[in-house]
């Protein structure tokens, strides 16, 4: 049997992740445990999305997490790692920058990718086959903080992708440009016009929370009129009566209304009634690639 400690980074818009995986793997194959998951609300997506760049106080809020995590990590005797930063540090002019003294701070590389390889390495995570059919199409849709994505699955299979400059903290701060919002809908009118997805797969903190909020079991999906009666219902309080009425945490109760928004647009244009949530995010994909690069 072999043991591994891997470690995943997941340096988002809205918030950090840092997820540390036990693996153990027999003739029979691996089982991955969680043996710790942290996150910090840090939103860099803030500064960026209005001023385009990452500022003193978050940049130094951001070395602060990720020396805690280069921490973290080696407490745990983690043996391989990978930190991923998204929109934010992709759209920041002080990305590269800060990233470098990261890595000079921390001992942390870290790797701006684009929405497609982020796409690809969640779909890595192996959990979308629990609920691709061969004989349907999906649409797999991640909200995050500054970006959406969306990939075009067939036959288990990735057919097209594309990502979109809307996220939930980008919506807060009315960054979100108007011809992005229709290069958004035309692509997904064209899309779904040619591919006819019959369901959605969700990902994204916020849709998990939601799942959560309205009660569902681990593959029970939500519908349409659901989200849609609880997007309603959020809509009309303050966010403290969010806080208060529904229990959320002070970084869930604003950036919950764009997300809901986002996936209900997409279901409208789409006409689709199903929405599938397999509770997985880039750190996972993370742990199972680097399995993957290591075994395969």
């Known amino acids: 049997m072999n043991t591994d400690i891997f470690g995943a980074i997941d340096i988002g818009s809205n918030a950090i992740r840092l997820l540390i995986n036990n693996i153990e793997t027999t003739a029979s194959g691996a089982d991955f445990k969680k043996v710790a998951f942290l996150r910090v609300p840090i939103r860099l997506g803030e500064d960026v999305f209005t001023k385009n760049e990452i500022s003193e106080e978050k940049k130094e809020r951001l070395i602060e997490a990720m020396q805690g995590f280069s921490h973290i990590m080696k407490s745990y ?3 391989a790692y990978r930190a991923c930063a998204t929109s934010a540090m992709r759209d920041a002019e ?5 990233s470098d003294i990261i890595k000079k701070e921390s001992g942390i590389k870290i790797e701006i990718i684009n929405g497609q390889e982020e796409a690809n390495i969640i779909y890595e995570a192996g959990a979308l086959n629990n609920f691709l059919d061969k004989d349907r ?4 849709v991640d909200v995050g903080g500054g970006s959406t994505e969306i990939v075009v699955y067939g036959n288990q299979q990735l057919i097209t992708s594309n990502s979109f400059q809307m996220g939930t903290v980008r919506m807060l701060v009315e960054a979100v440009k108007e011809d992005e919002e229709e290069r958004f809908e035309s692509w997904l009118k064209d899309t779904c016009r040619q591919y006819a997805p019959r369901a959605i797969i969700a990902s994204g903190g916020n849709i998990n929370k939601v799942h959560k909020m309205l009660g569902k079991r681990e593959k029970e999906f939500l519908t349409y009129d659901e989200i849609k009666t609880l997007y309603d219902t959020l809509k009309d309080l303050s966010y403290e009566e969010r806080i208060q009425d529904f229990k959320l945490n002070t970084y869930r ?4 209304i764009p997300a809901l928004k986002i ?11 199903e929405i599938y949530v397999p509770k997985i995010g ?5 742990i199972h690639h680097l399995y993957n690069e290591k075994y395969r």
């Open 77 to 79: 005797g983690v043996t």
């Open 94 to 98: 002080n990305g590269k920058e800060i």
């Open 137 to 140: 199409n999906y649409l797999y």
């Open 253 to 256: 109760a604003d950036v919950i």
């Open 263 to 273: 996936f209900l647009s997409i279901s409208k244009i789409c006409r689709i009634e």
């Open 282 to 286: 880039l750190v996972d994909g993370i």
